[in-house]
């Protein structure tokens, strides 16, 4: 069987992790890396076995299909070269930097018949996959997604380096157009928003509130959903999802008249899962999980989160 050719664009933090999963993938010949650093391209190229370029363009007529990982307001150049030339991309989130050249990165794609993935990891979270057969309409959600300071990612806001992967798990759940947002968020180490908060209230009554942060003192990650029949929180750090619901039995609880059930999920490679999931999808030519489409609505929220907190920053100075 032939093996499809892979490049990867960009050799950074994120790059580096792309290029060592499809190294190790069987059905696939890494054909080359690519980085304007070429001290970067050389360095990663040699740990995996695989040429390195400083141009990425060079990568074009090599292979089958790349993945993008590089600066986000390079996603839509760097994209567009490759759909233009026939190759099937997954791009890193957020897709693009605006709904403009998401849209035509989607039309030169639908129009060529090439496949366009988006990196939402958490899609691939074990946590996430697991929460599909017990979420069911929910009515009220609650999230945090606190971390570290890192200096990658800082080229756009938390809301778009961390909040978007909220947002669109959220989405995914709910199943329903956003009515309103409300967002606050304010920069501190970066020039743009470090940290953010916004309440999403959905066409069929859900309401969400989202919390981002990028300068926490400790990495978290939770999020709580209530729905008519149950509480469920998960904990992705301690890989833990409690169900709380009203119980059928008699026995006694820790809450009258309710059952608790902690469910644990094992840590598993969630980058490894979704790039071998591009990989099965270029390779069948079948529609992806996350498609362009999934990564624009995702965008499209995102964006609407960061003009809100643009809104209510001028308001403030106004009354200053």
Do not use: W
Not at 73 to 102: C, M, Q, Y
Not at 107 to 125: D, K, W
Not at 251 to 268: A, D, R, T
Not at 273 to 278: G, N, R, Y
């Amino acid at each position: 069987m032939k093996k499809l050719r892979v490049g990867v664009v960009g050799a950074g933090y994120l790059g580096k992790f792309h290029a060592e999963k499809y190294s190790q993938m069987e059905d696939v010949e890494l054909v080359g890396i690519a980085d304007s650093d070429r001290v970067q391209a050389e360095s990663v190229s040699k740990k995996v076995k695989t040429n390195a370029y400083t141009d990425y363009r060079d990568l074009i007529g090599k292979t089958d299909a790349v993945s993008v990982v590089v600066p986000t307001p390079a996603h839509f150049e760097v994209s567009r070269d490759f759909l233009e030339n026939g190759i099937d991309v997954l791009i890193e989130k957020p897709i693009t930097t605006t709904l403009a050249e998401a849209d035509e990165l989607i039309s030169i794609s639908a129009a060529r018949g090439l496949i366009i993935q988006v990196g939402h990891l958490e899609r691939f979270n074990p946590a996430i996959l697991a929460l599909k057969d017990i979420v069911k309409n929910p009515r009220f959600i609650e999230s945090h997604r606190l971390s570290i300071f890192k200096e990658r990612g800082t080229d756009v806001s938390v809301v778009l380096d961390l909040m978007i992967h909220d947002i669109d798990i959220i989405s995914g759940f709910v199943k329903s157009e956003i009515k309103s947002i409300h967002a606050a968020g304010i920069p501190v180490i970066t020039g743009l928003a470090d940290i953010a908060n916004t309440r999403l209230e959905f066409m069929n009554g859900c309401v969400a509130n989202v919390t981002a942060s990028r300068i926490s003192t400790k990495n978290e990650r939770k999020i709580r959903l209530f729905q008519q029949d149950a509480y469920i929180s998960v904990d992705f750090a301690n890989h833990e999802i409690t169900v709380v619901r009203k119980k059928e039995s008699e026995k006694e609880s820790l809450i009258p008249g309710m059952e608790i059930k902690q469910i644990c999920f094992e840590k598993s490679d969630a980058l490894k899962d979704e790039l071998t999931a591009f990989v099965k999808a270029v390779s069948r030519r079948e529609v992806p999980e996350v498609t362009g489409q999934v990564g624009r609505d995702a965008l499209k929220v995102a964006l609407s989160v960061m003009e809100q907190i643009d809104c209510s920053k001028k308001q403030l100075i106004g009354h200053l």
